[in-house]
Each structure stands twice: as structure tokens, then as C-alpha cells.
């Protein structure tokens, strides 16, 4: 029988089979498809690939147990780890871990790219893409560059490609071509085949679960030029980098691009107006209201009453060295810290906006919010009350708003004046954070998976205004057995120990440069410094870093120098990144690297290249990828005894491989570039996210803390 008839038949006969058992099979036009993880690891059918990517913002997970057709009679079994990140809506990241014992054990990595977003609204516009499997390293089990067109019809989605060169499982070299139905929201019927077998499958999608944004997959798939009814099984998750569960979307009317009014300004890099007057913004029904007449001794009392319950009510929240007064011109002052909404400053500010334009709408023209952070004051956002409490419960366009938005980082001119009384001040509080350490080897040639995992209690106290002292301690817990005693990675393995014990000060010399300086022990037995400098003008876009770090361990008496200067453009509709740092790195290797991240609200993921090289003049290369998320609750604990508990606003896990001919591990940890908790990025800016670029095009996020936490306050 010929292939296509083949691929025809087996489709025929699992479609028929399916009608006849399903009561309420339904054909009517579906929504759209799911773009399922392949058993190899890119989005595809079974093993071929499609012309889809991962969805945006998602990350797909997936375990199958399928053998590689070309060794599956000589190994007792086989596993696959296998997951893909939608960085774009074009491109796709992802990797594979395999484990075959007698053949090989191996960590690779997988790129595609497609046109589909770009034509999606044009109904009968096939998509195309282009992919690359086992990207660079030594061994390359699966190496492979294929290109495939894919047309979704009613419920059919049709592929067809061609491999110029493979050496995995599928596609082998030459055509292959796949089909792909959507039978309901949660079975799909696959079929493939290449010149080398035929294969069908059934696929297997759960919705997600009531407020909990997971569904998860399971495939099973079956060749029916090799040993029929053999089955090979596959289970995985998918889910949001956000953890935000997303309405259901159909299968067209999406744009590749967010537009202005998604991210929340028509344009979100534009400066906002010179001038700190905002812009009447209010819906007609709200007028504005105008106190900048001299108010009578009544109105005097009764304002200042206002503001010192406004200043109480901070400070009852948990926010730490507020002060609330007014000006004369009629803007209410609202100067705080934020401790409490460690995801996001706006969270914070969100919180204080809806508490003050509830009690400011009929009293004063304006609001001014002033974000400080270790009692220095970082930016200050100006707004008409009434548009602030109308946008807040839901009555004002976000667009309108934005119009009415001044974002300032200077010190503002004008004289306040502030109601007196305690403020909950920040000296000597400290903030105790518990995160967990993981150190692992993937795919080595000692095990699969190795781990160790630490309790790392990093204490932060709060001195003078921009000072402060961070301590760390690393206390292993659990660990594999290849960190025992004599075993391989037993010297990746320290005992219960001080990490870092420092003194920092920061400085803001001018709006838009930050310094930032710190002595004491940098590692342990390493007693130095490690000093930076950011300068980011305009509305955040652009940022330059400088760094320098002395260390000298005490034991040795050997000295560590850095070097460093970075720089980093952001562009904010798709709140993407990209850094180049240039130097030289702790482990005194010279060279650069190059990091791409992208937010996904508090989430991050970053694809980055390392290129560097030490005394031995080996230049050394690395490419990898890095999770980051925030692990602790949206609103944490208040200080208690000056002392609060809490978890990490940032925490990482990255995976990283070495690009060349060799499969040799580089000898030392390339492109280490130190930038701890007390870093400018993250504690002064929001994780880099204190600019006016981002703030202008998260305006949504104020509105979500209000009605988040404002009910609950």
C-alpha cells in the first residue's frame, strides 16, 4: 500500500472508530488548536514537526518513554524530558534531556521559528517555520534543521516539510508529512509519516483547573510500520509564566503584537509632560474639583485630620516611613516604602492609590505617590484623585489615565507639609528572607539528575537613609548520593556556612544615577568590595552599569579583581530586555555576554550567550536558559518586633550548556557577573522595572492590587 494511502487509512479508521463511540461528537467549527509538545520535544504531531510554536508566555513540560527508532532494540528503555517556552508569539525555545543506558545521556536544545502570527488573520494563509534541534555542543544525538507549511481546515491541521539533514528519531532526511484533528476541546487524532514509518497517535488536553491556570497532557502513539500496538506514552503539563488563568481565545482575531491599548499606553515609551500639573482626565461625569482657593480654618482642621488617619492607615497596612502632608498649590503628598507587595512596586503603589483617592477625590487637585526604597526617595507619580479612584474601580479608561500621568524621578521643588506624628520608621527594621538553594548536573555522565538543596536565610536591616546590612547563610538540607562522600560532585557540597556579610550604601546623586557601595565578607573567607553604578536617562529605556568588585581570601591570600560595564535597551510593548555585559567576570575570565528576557508579569525567562577566556587563552562558549519568579506570597508579613519573615522576590534556576566540538565542561564558571539581593536593579528599581516606560505600560497592575488586596485591607 503507498504512504499517503497508509497515513489516509489509519486517520480514516480513527476517526470512524471515534464518531461511532462518542454520543456528542460535535462538528461544529472549533476553537482554536492546541499547539501540543512533540515526542521530540518541539511543538509537532507525534515526532514531525508543525508549523506552530508554543503559545506565548507558556511553558509546556512533557516525560515519554519512547525509544529512537535507530537504537530501540538495544536498550531496555528509555526517558525523555523534554519542555518548550513560547518567548514570542514567532519563536519557541526548548530543550531535552535523554537517557538511554549503553547509548548515551545527553542535555541538547531546540529553536523554532514560524511565520504564523504574522498571517493569522488571514484565514487561509498556511504558516511556515523553520526549526533546529540539538543545537551546538560536543554529541549530538539528535541534530537535525527541517522547514514545514501547516494549514488548519475546519478541524484538520495539515503539515508537510522537508529535513536536509537529521540524525534523531524523526523526521529522518528527505519529505514527511502529518495530520492533525481536533475531534473535541480535549482530543486531538495524529497521524505522520516520513519515508522511514508511519505513525498515529491520540493526544489528550484537560482544560484547566477552576482558578488554578495548569491543564495537563497525555499522548499515546503507535507505529504501524513497526511492531503495530506497541505503544510509546507521554505526559506533560502546560502553563502560564504568569500563573494567570486566560479566557478562552478563538481561532482567529489575535494580534501578533499587543496593541498600545493592551500594554497600556499609546505609546509607552513617550516621556510623559514636562510640566508636574497633570491633565484633567476624568470621565465627564466626574468634574474636576478646584481647592486652590485659601481654605477656611475649618477646612484646615478637618484636612489634617484626614491626612494623619491617611498616614495611620499606612502605616497600619504595613508600610514602612510614610509621611502625608500637602502642598499649597492643592497636592496631597503621599511619601512611602513598600515592604508589604514584594511581586511588584506597583502592586504597592496601587494599594496607596486606592487608599488615598478614596479619602483625596473631594479635597485636594492631586495626588503625588513618592516610591521610596530604603528611604530614598526613586520616583513620584502625579494624578488627579478622581481619575485615580474612578480608574481604580473600573469607571476610567486606562488610556485616560495615562493621559492625566506624570512620572517624575527628581525631587520635587515645592515646600510640603506634613502632618506630624510617627511614620513607622524603617531604621533598624529588618526583613528575614527564607528561599531555597538548588545546585544540580543534569545529564552528566554520573546520573540523570544530581541536586542539592540548601535553606538560604538572607537577613537584611535597614540603617540610615540608603544603608543597610545583608548577611546570608547557606545550610545544606538534602542532596543526592553523587554529593556524598567520595562520590563526583562532593566538592560542590559545603557545610552549613555565613555566605556574605556586608555593609551597603546607596546614594542618588541625581534623578537618574544610582551608586551604590559595599565592603565586607563577599564570600566566605573572601573579605573586599563590590561597588556599582547605574545611570538610566530618559524614560528608562536605555540603562548603563558600571561594576567593580575587590576580594581577597583570607586563607590564600589570593585576590579576585572585577571589571564590568553593561548595557541594556528595553523595549516595552513586549517587555523584553536585552543585555550586553563586557569585562572582566569574578572567576577572572575576560570577554562578554548577552542576555534576551522577557517579563511575563513577575516571571522572567532569559536565553543568554557566554564567549570568555582565562590565562590558558581557551575561549570557552556557553549558551543557556534562566527561569526567574517570585517565591513568596503576593502581600507578605508585617514586621513584627521590627522583624519580618518572608520569601525571595527573586528567585532563579538556569541550565546551561558548552558550544563547540568538545563535550568538556569548562573548568571554571563562566561570565560570572555578582549582583546580590541588595543589587540596584532589584532593590532600589523594581527588578528593573522603575522606569517610566514600564510604569506607563503596566497601569493595569494598579488597578489589579486594588482589587486584589484593597478589599481585604
Known sequence: MKPAAILFLSLLIALTAFSHRSHAFDLSQPDQFHNGLSLQGFTGILNAPNAHVTEEGYFYGLYSNQKESKWRDQVRFQDNYLFSVGFF?????????????????????????STEPFFRQYRYVPSLAVGFQDIGGGATFFSSKYA????????????????????????????????????????????????????????????????????????????????PGNVDFAVGLNLPLDFRVRPKKSAVTVAAFPAASEVGAASPTAAGPASEKPSAAAPQTLPAVSVTQAPSPAAEVSNAGVLAALRDRLVQIGFTNVRVGATNSGILVVEYENVRFNHNELDGAGVVLGVASALAKDRFDSIRLVIKRHDIKMARLLLPPRSADAFLNGTLPQAQLNDALVVRFDAPDEDVTFVPGKGNSGFLKASLMLWPGLTTAVGTDFGVFDYEVSVKPDLLVDLW???????????????????????????????????????????KPAADLMINLGGGVVLPHDYGTLNEALWSPGNGSHRFRAFQAYAKDSDTQQTTKAYLGSY???????????????????????????????????????????????????????????????????????????????????????????????????????????????????SYYNRDRLSEAYIRGHLDRLRDAWLRFGENL
Open 89 to 113: 508569539g514567532f519563536a519557541e525555545f526548548g530543550g531535552r534531556l535523554f537517557d538511554a543506558p549503553g547509548i548515551g545521556r545527553d542535555l541538547s536544545a531546540n529553536l523554532k521559528l
Open 568 to 682: 541594556r535597551y528595553y523595549f516595552a510593548p513586549l517587555d523584553l530586555a536585552l543585555e550586553g555585559t563586557g569585562g572582566r567576570f569574578w572567576a577572572q575570565d575576560t570577554g562578554f555576554a548577552l542576555e534576551l528576557k522577557r517579563f511575563f508579569g513577575d516571571a522572567t525567562v532569559s536565553v543568554y550567550y557566554k564567549n570568555t577566556q582565562k590565562d590558558d587563552s581557551k575561549r570557552w562558549k556557553a549558551a543557556g536558559i534562566q527561569f526567574t519568579f517570585p517565591l513568596t506570597p503576593g502581600k507578605d508579613l508585617k514586621h513584627y518586633a521590627n522583624m519580618q519573615l518572608r520569601g525571595t522576590d527573586e528567585w532563579s534556576y538556569s541550565q546551561e550548556t558548552t558550544l563547540g566540538k568538545t563535550n568538556d565542561l569548562a573548568p571554571y564558571p563562566l561570565a560570572i557577573n555578582p549582583q546580590p539581593v541588595t543589587a540596584l536593579y532589584r
Open 148 to 227: 514545514v507549511i501547516s494549514e488548519d481546515l475546519w478541524r484538520f491541521r495539515l503539515s508537510a516539510g522537508y529535513a536536509g539533514f537529521a540524525s534523531g528519531n524523526f523526521p529522518s532526511k528527505g519529505k514527511f508529512a502529518g495530520a492533525e484533528f481536533k475531534a473535541c476541546d480535549w482530543i486531538y487524532l495524529l497521524s505522520e509519516y516520513d519515508k522511514r514509518e508511519t505513525n498515529v497517535g491520540v493526544r489528550l488536553v484537560t482544560p484547566q483547573f477552576w482558578r488554578i491556570p495548569i491543564s495537563f497532557t497525555a499522548t499515546a502513539k503507535s507505529s504501524i510500520s513497526h511492531r
Open 465 to 507: 537613609k540608603g544603608a543597610l546590612i545583608n548577611a546570608r547563610w547557606d545550610v545544606p538540607v538534602a542532596w543526592s548520593d553523587n554529593f556524598d562522600d567520595g562520590k563526583p560532585f562532593r566538592s560542590s557540597r559545603h557545610p552549613a556556612r555565613m555566605e556574605r556579610l556586608m555593609l551597603f550604601q546607596a546614594l
